[in-house]
């Protein structure tokens, strides 16, 4: 018996990264996951066929976390081929950075809706399903930069900020209900998106970090299981950093 036999995961923005790493983790343990991403490419099919391996219910969902009726209605459709919903994790989310005088609208507009917009959507239409269960758990995966900020991310940061805020009033709103809500944010996490760094960089960031390492996609999926399962049942609107000591 795994820590989340018998539950149902949906994790959005899975079908690679930091998300798949999530979802298999959640499998290994015993939970039956569906994911989202914008479109089920080989990638995606991919996902779902390292994830069923482990013998659970496994489906990927194309569709845009940022459209509020897609995700009503992928929702739906995750009731009804799953049967419930007991884990939500809202990791959907994209880069576009730039500092404030050079940004423009449209790449505020794109990060704050996929980012955070599209938590908002996927709490909508979970927590009623949830709330019938009489219980879940749901993540939202911030950042280090959403509690400390960073130049040349306003976009992102707010976004991520945003994460952390929604969580904690999610918290307080449905506590009641049974139902828990946490934020996670990652530091530097060693991703495709960190491996374009130069040498450099990646040094550079390594000597801020009391570890002197990079985190693994895994690092991540251990403290959202951890999140998931009934052995933080007493945890709510937290926010867990893992950053290997960057930020105390």
């Avoid at 880069?95 to 996929?114: C, F, N, P, S, Y």
């Avoid at 939202?140 to 976004?159: L, T």
């Avoid at 801020?208 to 403290?223: F, Q, S």
Wanted: charged share 20%; proline share 2%; glycine share 10%.
């Amino acid at each position: 018996m795994g820590l989340l036999t018998g539950k149902t995961a949906l994790v959005t923005g899975a079908a690679r990264g930091i998300g798949k790493a999530i979802a298999l983790k959640f499998a290994a343990e015993g939970a039956n996951v569906a994911f989202t991403d914008l479109v089920i490419d080989e990638n995606g099919q991919a996902t779902e066929a390292e994830i069923a391996a482990f013998g659970v219910k496994a489906k990927g969902y194309a569709s845009n976390a940022a459209d509020f009726a897609q995700t009503e209605e992928v929702v739906k459709q995750v009731k009804e081929d799953f049967g419930s919903i007991d884990i939500l994790v809202n990791n959907a989310g994209i880069t576009k950075d730039g500092l404030m005088l050079r940004m423009t609208e449209a790449q505020w507009d794109a990060v704050i809706a996929v980012n955070l917009k599209s938590a908002f959507n996927f709490i909508h239409a979970c927590t009623p399903i949830m709330m019938r269960q009489k219980g879940g758990s749901i993540i939202n995966m911030a950042s280090v930069v959403g509690v400390h900020g960073n130049a040349g991310q306003c976009n992102y940061s707010a976004s991520k900020a945003g994460m952390i805020a929604l969580a904690k009033s999610i918290a307080q709103e449905m506590g009641a209900k049974g139902i828990r809500a946490n934020a996670i944010a990652p530091g530097f996490i060693e991703t495709a998106m960190t491996a374009a760094l130069s040498d450099d960089v990646r040094a550079e960031w390594c000597k801020k970090i009391p570890l002197r390492r990079g985190g693994t996609p895994e690092d991540v999926a251990n403290v959202a299981l951890f999140l998931a399962s009934d052995l933080s049942s007493y945890v709510s609107g937290q926010v867990i950093q893992i950053d290997g000591g960057m930020n105390m």
